[in-house]
């Protein structure tokens, strides 16, 4: 059941609720991080998807304006896509990068950067989080306005 109203769909409301869900996304990687519940890189999400799918709650797929040309990027997007569309994983989009290599740690000087473009949060405290249960009501209000991969932007702190 859908509990957003047209206002909420679009307008200033909408902007609020984006924010709302932004801040709700940065709680859950912050607060799954710690306990080892987030695989960071699409070949190591490919490979905890493949190992066990029902143990992943939520998986993000990150790009910048300049990535979304990237063929063999947006090859791995609809595969991954695909795969958490059949197994019920919510799926967010993330842009803003940056912002996202901020929340997960950062990149460690004399270290290479970490590939961003594929984020899972996987079963832990978190699951009775309100925080993603709010990711979670998000996307599913969002397939139920055919926005199967809702997009999301983490604003700069």
Request: with cysteine.
């Given at each position: 059941?859908?509990?957003?109203?047209?206002?909420?769909?679009?307008?200033?409301?909408?902007?609020e609720?984006?924010?709302?869900v932004?801040?709700?996304?940065?709680?859950?990687?912050?607060?799954?991080?710690?306990q080892?519940c987030v695989?960071?890189?699409?070949?190591?999400?490919?490979?905890?998807?493949?190992?066990?799918?029902?143990?992943?709650?939520?998986?993000?797929?990150?790009?910048?304006?300049?990535?979304?040309?990237?063929?063999?990027?947006?090859?791995?997007?609809?595969?991954?896509?695909?795969?958490?569309?059949?197994?019920?994983?919510n799926?967010?989009?993330?842009s803003?990068?940056?912002?996202?290599?901020?929340?997960?740690?950062g990149v460690?000087?004399?270290?290479?950067?970490?590939?961003l473009?594929?984020?899972?949060?996987?079963?832990?405290?978190?699951?009775?989080d309100?925080?993603?249960?709010?990711?979670?009501r998000?996307?599913?209000?969002?397939?139920i306005?055919?926005q199967?991969?809702?997009?999301?932007n983490?604003?700069?702190?």
């Amino acid at each position: 059941m859908c509990n957003m109203t047209f206002e909420e769909t679009s307008g200033e409301n909408s902007i609020e609720r984006m924010d709302s869900v932004s801040k709700a996304l940065e709680e859950v990687i912050t607060s799954a991080l710690p306990q080892g519940c987030v695989t960071v890189g699409v070949y190591e999400a490919a490979k905890s998807l493949n190992v066990d799918p029902d143990n992943v709650v939520l998986c993000l797929l990150a790009t910048d304006e300049e990535q979304v040309v990237d063929v063999a990027l947006q090859i791995h997007f609809t595969l991954i896509q695909a795969f958490c569309c059949e197994n019920d994983i919510n799926i967010l989009r993330v842009s803003n990068m940056r912002r996202l290599a901020e929340i997960l740690g950062g990149v460690k000087p004399g270290e290479e950067p970490m590939d961003l473009h594929c984020v899972l949060v996987t079963k832990s405290s978190t699951c009775k989080d309100p925080a993603l249960s709010k990711v979670n009501r998000f996307c599913r209000d969002s397939r139920i306005l055919d926005q199967w991969v809702p997009i999301i932007n983490l604003p700069d702190r």
